[in-house]
């Protein structure tokens, strides 16, 4: 199973790790500390020297009820990031966290190599006509409703039969348009209760039905900080065994704040006898 990044084939048959890299002011874990160009840089040597193979960054934040921003202060935020990023390490695989599609056209234009969209689409009628075209690959998260709503929008008759539904019938439109690489989020925490998550996770493996890598992101969030009663800096060891349990149940990459602890559950799990 592979993707193809900018000519660049990553073979996802080991699992990879992608560093989070927020250029908000108010994201729910790092928010802030990185709207700095030079603070931005050293954090994505550390996040490179740790061992990501792709570096996701957003300039929206997507927490329950975050406030909305324009798409000129979205590219405003991202897009000499980007620049910056790639002069500094130009072989840095850059995924962008956004679901407007000209936001998507001005990173790719700019040397991003990948598009995480929550929405899946929905967000932008224009996404899956901008990924075809640009032929990259394309994160695909389910959510119902916007991130001011989500949270609202958690009722279910069978939960993972509907999001099993909701990507068949992604899938389907993103290859009407004839994007090739694409890849699953089952979207912890949005628009689904902790009971929820859980839930998801469990069953985990039955989205090997879609035939298509799965990326999840659990990374401090509230699913394992409210089980715990704790808080999202003392969450770290926590997402490591829901990124061990997702590794188990065929997870090809992870999307974590932590890389370095992300990266040896990897190598410790490719140890293992879990694999044929």
């Known amino acids: 199973m592979t993707i193809n990044c900018k000519g660049q084939l990553i073979d996802l ?35 490179l020297e740790d061992g990501a193979t792709f570096i996701d960054i957003g300039a929206y934040s997507s927490k329950p009820k975050s406030e909305f921003v324009s798409e000129e202060l979205e590219l405003l935020r991202i897009v000499p990031m980007v620049n910056s990023i790639l002069a500094h390490f130009p072989e840095t695989l850059i995924s962008i966290d956004t679901f407007r599609s000209e936001v998507a056209k001005v990173c ?76 699953i989020d089952p979207g912890f925490g949005f628009a689904k209760t902790l009971e929820q998550n859980y839930e998801v996770l469990q069953k985990l493996e039955l989205f090997e039905i879609l035939d298509l890598p799965l990326l999840v992101g659990f990374s401090r969030k509230s699913m394992i900080y409210k089980s715990l009663n704790s808080s999202s800096e003392k969450a770290l060891n926590g997402t490591t065994v829901l990124n061990t349990i997702a590794l188990t149940k065929g997870v090809k990459i992870l999307r974590v704040h932590d890389v370095k602890e992300a990266v040896e559950c990897v190598t410790l799990f490719n140890k293992c006898s879990f694999k044929e």
């Open 13 to 47: 048959s080991v699992p990879k790790v992608m560093g989070i890299l927020n250029v908000t002011p108010n994201s729910f874990f790092d928010g802030g500390k990185y709207t700095n160009e030079s603070k931005m840089l050293t954090q994505v040597q550390k996040i």
């Open 108 to 183: 790719i234009e700019n040397g991003a190599s990948m598009i995480n969209d929550i929405s899946a689409g929905f967000g932008d009628e224009k996404m899956l006509a901008t990924i075809a075209k640009y032929n990259i690959p394309y994160v695909m998260m389910h959510m119902r409703g916007t991130p001011q709503t989500m949270q609202s929008l958690t009722s279910y008759e069978n939960i993972i039969r509907e999001l099993l539904y909701y990507f068949s019938e992604r899938i389907a439109q993103a290859r009407s348009y004839g994007i090739n690489d694409l890849i």
